[in-house]
């Protein structure tokens, strides 16, 4: 084989790479994103919240110790006139004239304020709820939240999955871009060394030269313009990393039988999972708001002291012990106001099910159309790359002979690099679609 055949069939091979290199790279780029993603970071401190909350609504259930304390102290205010005096003076002089004696002194009348004058009061009250349904419901809401929130981190990470396998698959079309037309840069140099000679040899004009000038100028400035997109590719794929942006990467060739079969297992989708765990929490927030129509039974003791302050003793010290009921007997509807509400959040939740369940059919059906049309797309471009292969060689072969002329090779030339970039392209497009299909039927499996 020509040493400038080589040039063009390189891109091609290497399309034919073995895959399993190519599997190890990515399924590692793919757990590494799972741990990295600072989106996905997100959505794990929002679920590790709802586990604190489920915990918080726990405690309702058992006891709880508060310390309170107060000091008051006052001056003046509303009094009360106590006639001590009154009443006990006429008692008094009459025993001090029977005993012929003082032993009885006079009583003046007293005058109490209303509020109490350097007065503490000290306590700790130990409660527990012993029937409250809103705090069951409360508990069994927080529970559902987590399977909510639980989904929600399922859709991030297969959607995460999708767009880390699409950011490796441009790096792949953008290297393989790269080498197209790298190997389109060698062999135009070697036409315009051929040419060269053939003028200095007088067996063509200068012009071609001129025209192999001209195409190495555009084929290296189209180079150039693949290197920057490589770097752009290759910068987004580190974001979903969540990787500096210069990162290196190892990129594996592309290998077609990955992807040109349709094997992709039916799953469940988590977004229906999180429209039922929506639904349940709507029927619960019903039974909440029932539940604050139901009477609500707590127990409670005070252990303190309460005298003039500082002082500390058996008379200051105390306990109180009750029992609380509390019902709500007249709200003016209110509560059947908050189930009518909780009822139509539900059958609103019902109907949202059933759309998203017809759309998820039709993506999945939609998926698996597109990917078929991509295939054949593909197989179409690689036969057209492969008739332009062979044309561009037969040319070559004229125009080495001097039975061609040039722009008639930079014709076949340029019709196979264009082929060439267009069977990558396609296949890049299979890769898509591909991912799009694994997507919408939620058939990745997750290690953890």
Avoid at 45 to 63: D, M, V
Avoid at 172 to 177: F, I, L, P, W
Avoid at 238 to 260: D, K, M, Q, R
Avoid at 316 to 343: I, S
Wanted: glycine share 4%; aromatic share 10%; with cysteine.
């Amino acid at each position: 084989m020509p040493r400038h055949w080589q040039y063009l069939l390189v891109p091609l091979l290497s399309l034919f790479a073995p895959a399993q290199a190519q599997d190890v790279r990515l399924q590692g780029y793919i757990d590494q994103g799972l741990r990295n993603n600072q989106g996905l970071k997100q959505q794990r401190f929002i679920l590790e919240r709802n586990l604190f909350a489920l915990k918080e609504a726990r405690t309702f259930f058992y006891p709880e110790v508060n310390f309170s304390t107060s000091y008051l102290d006052s001056r003046g205010g509303r009094k009360i006139s106590i006639p001590i005096g009154d009443l006990l003076n006429p008692v008094y002089n009459s025993l001090n004239e029977l005993t012929n004696s003082s032993a009885f002194p006079k009583v003046d009348n007293v005058s109490q304020t209303f509020n109490p004058r350097n007065y503490y009061d000290a306590k700790f009250r130990t409660s527990l709820p012993i029937y409250n349904a809103e705090i069951a419901y409360n508990t069994k809401i927080r529970k559902e939240q987590i399977h909510l929130q639980q989904a929600e981190v399922d859709v991030y990470r297969r959607e995460l999955v999708k767009e880390i396998k699409l950011g490796y698959y441009a790096c792949q079309q953008s290297d393989e871009a790269i080498r197209i037309l790298e190997s389109a840069v060698s062999l135009a140099r070697e036409n315009l060394r051929f040419n060269q000679a053939l003028v200095k040899n007088d067996k063509a004009i200068r012009t071609v030269v001129s025209r192999s000038e001209n195409e190495l100028i555009g084929l290296e400035a189209r180079l150039v313009d693949a290197r920057n997109q490589s770097v752009n590719a290759k910068a987004y794929f580190n974001f979903l990393l969540n990787n500096p942006l210069e990162t290196a990467l190892e990129i594996g060739a592309p290998n077609e039988s990955e992807v040109l079969t349709d094997t992709a297992a039916e799953g469940r989708r988590e977004e229906l999972a999180k429209l039922e765990s929506l639904s349940k929490i709507n029927a619960l927030s019903g039974q909440l708001a029932r539940a604050g129509a139901l009477p609500k039974l707590s127990t409670f003791i005070d252990l303190g002291s309460q005298g003039d302050f500082v002082n500390f003793n058996r008379d200051t010290r105390y306990y109180l012990f009750g029992v609380t009921l509390d019902w709500r007997v007249f709200a003016n509807n209110r509560t059947q106001y908050k189930v009518k509400q909780a009822e139509m959040e539900q059958k609103a939740t019902g109907e949202q099910i059933s759309q998203v369940e017809q759309q998820l059919q039709l993506q999945n059906k939609t998926a698996a159309n597109t990917f078929q049309s991509a295939v054949l797309t593909y197989r179409a471009t690689k036969s057209q790359t492969a008739l332009s292969q062979q044309y561009y060689q037969d040319q070559q072969k004229l125009y080495r002979e001097g039975q061609l002329l040039y722009i008639e090779l930079l014709d076949a030339q340029n019709r196979l690099i264009s082929d060439q970039l267009q069977q990558s392209i396609s296949y890049l497009n299979v890769q898509t679609r591909a991912a799009e299909l694994e997507r919408a039927r939620a058939s990745y499996l997750f290690s953890n």
